[in-house]
């Protein structure tokens, strides 16, 4: 019974790229949640999305930033035209209907040179 | 604003004794508290939780107690081993909401 995958584990981009990671929920879990670490902090929420639906992309920026989980296959983070800033932890959990605990994959490391 | 505080950035402790993780919180209400464990480069792993209903939970080595009145939570490892070595946070939530608010985390040394 997999847990929750993430790829790829490591991107680098140049400023100005795009960057996409991805990530597949735990098996029978329909609910995705995007968290970005910055060094010597907490979790931060980005984004939370059932299949095909945006449920709360409070804690994503407003420019360059997307999520997706369609129908079909993995989450998706998208960010665009990607900055120094961007540089962090980018981490998805998955959970089941009603369930309280979160799971979370492995990790993308993205580093903007 | 920090709703959760985790407010000692690292803590040291010998093997085979207790280590004693402690958080804050300043939202009344949270009614759902939840330890994770992360080791460098690797996800958080959820390791316990606890419900607002209860003051105790136990899962083998780690015990999580909850003090509502003083709004602190916090977990018990016992015996401490070498493997326990890693950051541990604290995170909340409502039950109605799904958002886990984090603590910037402990992280948790056990020495030889």
């Known amino acids: 019974n997999a847990g929750v995958m993430q790829n790829p584990r490591h991107l680098v981009r140049r400023r100005g790229q795009e960057a996409r990671l991805r990530c597949s929920p735990m098996?029978?879990?329909?609910?995705v949640y995007w968290y970005r670490q910055l060094p010597e902090e907490g979790l931060k929420f980005m984004v939370y999305l059932q299949k095909e639906n945006i449920i709360d992309e409070s804690g994503m920026p407003k420019e360059r930033f997307s999520a997706e989980f369609p129908k079909e296959g993995p989450s998706i983070l998208r960010i665009q035209q990607v900055v120094r800033g961007d540089s962090a932890a980018y981490f998805c959990?998955?959970?089941?209907?009603?369930?309280?605990?979160?799971?979370f994959g492995p990790g993308t490391r993205l580093t903007v040179l | 604003d920090q709703q959760v505080k985790q407010n000692s950035p690292s803590l040291s402790v010998q093997e085979g004794r207790i280590s004693i993780l402690n958080c804050d919180y300043t939202n009344s209400m949270f009614d759902y508290f939840l330890w994770y464990k992360k080791y460098p480069a690797e996800g958080p792993t959820f390791l316990i939780s606890?419900?607002?209903i209860k003051d105790k939970n136990e899962d083998g080595r780690f015990t999580v107690f909850l003090n509502k009145s003083a709004k602190h939570l916090s977990l018990h490892i016992v015996p401490s081993q070498p493997g326990d070595s890693a950051v541990y946070f604290c995170a909340a939530k409502t039950v109605s909401n799904y958002q886990l608010i984090w603590g910037a985390g402990t992280k948790l040394i056990i020495k030889p």
């Open positions: 959990a998955s959970s089941s209907t009603g369930g309280h605990e979160q799971f």
């Open positions: 098996k029978g879990h329909s609910h």
């Open positions: 606890i419900s607002s």
